[in-house]
C-alpha cells in the first residue's frame, strides 16, 4: 500500500507543478527531455531529443509515437529546454544558475514566468524530473530516484513483482553520434506466476551516458507488457550556443500569479 500511495503522490504533485506553471496548451504525452541534476560548466552542447514509443497489440495493431525536443547549455551551465505541443506552440524553460532564476516561457501566448532564489531552478528541474517518473511508472516496476544524492530502488507493483530482482551489467564503452559513452543494462526478471503470468517476463533496459557531458544520450527500455521505449540525442553539437537563447525576448510580457491566477502584468521586455 505504501508504494501505491507513493506513486500517486508522485503523480499528484508532477500534475499539480505543471499546472501552477501556467503554460498553456497540450504537452506530448511521454516526451522526456535531459534534465540535469546538477550545474554543469565548460561543457557546452546543444541537441535534439527524440522519443519513440512502439506497443503492439493482441490483435497484431500496431502504436507508434514519435516526438521530438530540443536542449541546449552553454558554458556557464545555463540550459533551455524545447518541446513541442500540438498545436503548434513550445513549452520552453530556461535555468540560469548564475542569475539564479527559471523562467518558462508561452511561445503561444507570449508570455514569461519567472521563478527566481537559490532553489527555484532545482526545483523546477525535479517537476520535470517528476513528469518523466511518472511516465516511467505506465511501463515499468521498478524506479531508480535519488535520496539525499544516493540512489534508491522503489517498487510500484504488486507485492508479487516486488520480490523478483534486477540485476546490473555494465556495458562497454562505445561511441553515439561522435560521443563516448558509457553503459549500463539492467535486467528484471518476473519469475512464472509472480502476477499471473505462465512463463517468466524479461524487462530490460539499457541506458549510455556521456561522462564529458553528464548527459544521458541514449535510453532503451524493453517490456513485452507495453512494447518498447526509445530516448535518444542526435545532432549533438558541441559548440556555444547562441547567449539569445538564455534569455526572454523582448516582445516578451513578465506575467505574474496569485491564488486566483493571473493577477497583473509587468509589461513588454
Do not use: C
Not at 62 to 67: A, D, G, K, N, V
Not at 129 to 157: D, F, K
Not at 186 to 207: F, L
Amino acid at each position: 500500500m505504501r508504494h501505491i500511495m507513493l506513486v500517486g503522490t508522485v503523480i499528484a504533485v508532477a500534475s499539480t507543478a505543471y499546472a501552477q506553471s501556467g503554460l498553456r496548451g497540450e504537452s506530448p504525452v511521454g516526451t522526456r527531455v535531459a534534465v540535469e541534476s546538477e550545474v554543469v560548466k565548460g561543457a557546452p552542447y546543444s541537441a535534439e531529443v527524440v522519443n519513440d514509443t512502439v506497443q503492439i497489440l493482441l490483435d497484431g495493431n500496431r502504436i507508434s509515437r514519435h516526438t521530438v525536443a530540443r536542449v541546449y547549455r552553454d558554458s556557464e551551465g545555463r540550459t533551455r529546454r524545447e518541446v513541442d505541443r500540438r498545436d503548434g506552440t513550445s513549452e520552453i524553460s530556461i535555468q540560469d544558475p548564475v542569475a539564479q532564476t527559471y523562467w518558462t516561457l508561452d511561445s503561444g501566448r507570449h508570455t514569461a514566468r519567472q521563478l527566481q532564489g537559490a532553489g527555484a531552478a532545482n526545483d523546477a528541474a525535479r517537476v520535470l524530473e517528476l513528469r518523466r517518473l511518472a511516465e516511467q511508472m505506465t511501463r515499468s516496476q521498478q524506479l531508480t530516484v535519488l535520496v539525499n544524492g544516493q540512489p534508491q530502488t522503489v517498487a510500484i507493483g504488486s507485492a508479487g513483482e516486488a520480490r523478483n530482482p534486477s540485476t546490473e551489467e555494465r556495458l562497454a564503452p562505445r561511441t553515439i553520434e561522435g560521443l563516448r559513452v558509457d553503459g549500463v543494462r539492467r535486467t528484471q526478471t518476473i519469475a512464472a506466476g509472480s502476477i499471473g503470468n505462465d512463463q517468466p517476463i524479461v524487462v530490460t533496459t539499457e541506458e549510455w551516458t556521456s561522462p564529458d557531458l553528464k548527459v544521458l544520450v541514449l535510453s532503451e527500455h524493453n517490456d513485452p507488457r507495453s512494447g518498447t521505449s526509445t530516448y535518444k540525442l542526435v545532432r549533438v553539437a558541441r559548440t556555444e550556443p547562441p547567449a539569445s537563447l538564455f534569455q526572454v525576448p523582448a516582445d516578451y510580457t513578465v506575467v505574474t500569479s496569485g491564488r486566483g491566477g493571473e493577477r497583473g502584468a509587468a509589461g513588454p521586455r
